[in-house]
């Protein structure tokens, strides 16, 4: 009945000893948006606020199936995830743009979550964790945090990722645009030893590579009372596969 992400509010957002004093990002106003679009006593998406962990910046990709099937790709910077709805997800193929509408930043913790938020919630629908990893600044800037910075304001994001499915430099490449709210951006893949000509790795891989599920299995365990606690807590836990 209690939801867990009622009782994790907040219960993070202190520093703890042994943490570089910088990390702490505690109230981080760039959640605000993700914030006031979801209601956590009915979501168990994380509502966010854990502090930043200084190793390499991760990045997710979810494949996520809201209204329209898409790709969220995820990238830490800066406290938090940014995020890009990826409609086709990506390509190894540089020649390849696809095309990526830049969402509200998403918390860090949301890079375990693997369920299905209820309909009628903002983003209602089954997630996957596609792919996982951590990232590297692929630019030429002598100080890689100051690059992948500058890259971002810049619009011209050059990343090389290292996660399970997908490796290898790409670059977020922002357009002009006259519509209002965030920007389109571009996903490209460089071409480098990880790039594949005429390959389709988004429907090469149709299960999570946290639990190995397909969505349809996602989505069932969603559905059925038992599996609905660990669905509960499945941001917590993903890295065991759950029988019960
Ligand atoms: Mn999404």
């Given at each position: 009945m209690s939801k867990k992400a009622t009782t994790r509010?907040?219960?993070?957002?202190g520093t703890r000893s042994?943490?570089?004093?910088?990390t702490a990002r505690a109230?981080?106003?760039?959640?605000a948006e993700y914030r006031r679009k979801r209601d956590f006593t009915r979501t168990a998406e994380p509502e966010g606020g854990a502090t930043h962990s200084a190793h390499k910046p991760a990045f997710v990709i979810q494949k996520h199936a809201a209204s329209r099937m898409h790709y969220d790709l995820r990238l830490e910077h800066d406290g938090v995830m940014k995020s890009w709805a990826v409609p086709k997800g990506p390509s190894l193929d540089p020649s390849v743009k696809r095309l990526a509408m830049e969402v509200e930043d998403h918390p860090i913790?949301?890079?375990t979550f693997e369920g299905t938020i209820p309909q009628?919630?903002?983003?209602?629908g089954t997630v996957m964790l596609w792919d996982r990893g951590t990232y590297s600044y692929g630019g030429t800037s002598p100080d890689p945090v100051e690059g992948l910075r500058r890259g971002y304001e810049k619009g011209d994001f050059k990343f090389v990722l290292n996660g399970k499915r997908l490796k290898g430099s790409w670059a977020l490449v922002r357009m002009r645009g006259d519509r209002p709210g965030k920007p389109q951006w571009l996903l490209i893949k460089h071409n480098d030893e990880y790039a594949a000509r005429g390959s389709d790795v988004a429907a090469d891989h149709q299960t999570s590579?946290?639990?190995?599920?397909?969505m349809e299995e996602i989505a069932t365990a969603a559905r059925s009372p038992a599996a609905k606690n660990a669905d509960d807590s499945a941001y917590g836990r993903l890295t065991a596969r759950r029988t019960r």
């Open positions: 509010k907040k219960s993070s957002t042994g943490k570089p004093a910088e109230p981080q106003p760039e959640l913790e949301y890079n009628g919630e903002y983003g209602g590579v946290a639990t190995g599920r397909t």
